[in-house]
Nanobody, 126 residues
Framework: QVQLVESGGGLVQPGGSLRLSCAAS????????IGWFRQAPGKEREGVSC????????YYADSVKGRFTISRDNAKSTVYLQMHSLKPEDTAVYYC???????????????????WGQGTQVTVSS
């Protein structure tokens, strides 16, 4: 069955870095765009980044542009989110999700996403 497993979260000081991983199984990652989302306590889930399946073009929310980088290694069936210059407001549970094939990266409406991981906690605090 389709499974997405996030890892790499943890506690980091402001200004620090983390790299999240999203390991996919049960389907061929090569054919799917993958998105990263996050949900902070008391807030709605928001889209962070998306990477396309073909040319690995990427899309970012304004709040993370220039600080986060999404990448993929199809041979390892894994998508990464490298996060730099982390801020306390980046604290959230981070999720990855598969985008339905008919949709391309360019926005984060959740109806465009089909399968979700269980999330990994990122806490930015001194």
């Amino acid at each position: 069955q389709v499974q997405l497993v996030e890892s790499g979260g943890g506690l980091v000081q402001p200004g620090g870095s983390l790299r999240l991983s999203c390991a996919a199984s049960g389907f061929t990652l090569d054919y799917y765009a993958i998105g990263w989302f996050r949900q902070a306590p008391g807030k709605e889930r928001e889209g962070v980044s998306c990477i396309s399946p073909s040319d690995s073009s990427s899309y970012y929310a304004d709040s993370v542009k220039g600080r986060f980088t999404i990448s993929r290694d199809n041979a390892k069936s894994t998508v990464y989110l490298q996060m730099h210059s982390l801020k306390p407001e980046d604290t959230a549970v981070y999720y990855c999700a598969t985008k339905r094939p008919r949709y391309v990266c360019g926005g984060f409406p959740e109806y465009e996403y089909e399968y979700w991981g269980q999330g990994t906690q990122v806490t930015v605090s001194s």
